[in-house]
C-alpha cells in the first residue's frame, strides 16, 4: 500500500519524450561547464601575466562568442531548471578582452573570479537537480 500511495504522489513514471529531454540537458549541461571553465584558464592565464598574442586574443574572443551561443541555446532548452542563468551575459560584459584582464586590478579582477565563481556553482546546481530527477524516477 505504502508503495502505491508513494506512485500517486509521483505522478506515475516520467513520459519517455521527458527523459530524453532531461538527459539532453544533463549532457549539454556538463558540456557547457567543461566549456565555462577552459575559458576561465584563458582569462586567468593572461590575468598571471602570459603574454596576449594576437592569436591569443583570437582564440579568447572565439570561446567568448561560443560561450555566448552555448548559453543561450542551455537557456533555451533547461528553462527553469537553468539556476542562475540570466547573470552570466553580465559576466560576459566584465571580461572584454585579455588584453583589458592582463591589466585588471587585483581587486577588481577577483570580483571577476567570485562572479565565474558563482556562474560555475550554479551550473553545478542545474547539473544535480536534473540528475537527481533523472534518479528519483530510475528508483521508482
Same mark, same amino acid.
Given at each position: 500500500m505504502?508503495?502505491?500511495?508513494?506512485?500517486? @504522489?509521483?505522478q506515475g513514471p516520467m513520459d519517455p519524450k521527458t #527523459?530524453? *529531454?532531461?538527459?539532453?540537458?544533463?549532457q549539454t549541461i556538463k558540456e557547457f561547464i567543461e566549456k565555462f571553465r577552459?575559458?576561465?584558464w584563458q582569462f586567468r592565464r593572461a590575468y598571471l601575466g602570459e603574454p596576449v598574442t594576437t592569436d591569443?586574443?583570437? @582564440?579568447?574572443?572565439?570561446?567568448?562568442?561560443?560561450?555566448? #551561443?552555448? *548559453?543561450?541555446?542551455?537557456?533555451?532548452?533547461?528553462?527553469?531548471?537553468?539556476?542562475?542563468g540570466t547573470v552570466l551575459t553580465d559576466f560576459l560584459r566584465t571580461v572584454v578582452n585579455?588584453?583589458?584582464v592582463s591589466k585588471t586590478q587585483s581587486s577588481n579582477y577577483y570580483k571577476i573570479e567570485k562572479f565565474w565563481h558563482e556562474i560555475d556553482l550554479n551550473l553545478e546546481d542545474s547539473l544535480v537537480s536534473i540528475q537527481f530527477r533523472l534518479d528519483q524516477e530510475d528508483q521508482s
Amino acid at each position: 500500500m505504502a508503495g502505491k500511495k508513494k506512485k500517486n @504522489k509521483n505522478q506515475g513514471p516520467m513520459d519517455p519524450k521527458t #527523459r530524453e *529531454h532531461l538527459e539532453e540537458c544533463v549532457q549539454t549541461i556538463k558540456e557547457f561547464i567543461e566549456k565555462f571553465r577552459q575559458f576561465y584558464w584563458q582569462f586567468r592565464r593572461a590575468y598571471l601575466g602570459e603574454p596576449v598574442t594576437t592569436d591569443a586574443e583570437r @582564440k579568447f574572443l572565439r570561446m567568448k562568442s561560443e560561450i555566448a #551561443r552555448h *548559453h543561450q541555446y542551455l537557456f533555451e532548452q533547461v528553462g527553469r531548471d537553468y539556476i542562475g542563468g540570466t547573470v552570466l551575459t553580465d559576466f560576459l560584459r566584465t571580461v572584454v578582452n585579455l588584453e583589458k584582464v592582463s591589466k585588471t586590478q587585483s581587486s577588481n579582477y577577483y570580483k571577476i573570479e567570485k562572479f565565474w565563481h558563482e556562474i560555475d556553482l550554479n551550473l553545478e546546481d542545474s547539473l544535480v537537480s536534473i540528475q537527481f530527477r533523472l534518479d528519483q524516477e530510475d528508483q521508482s
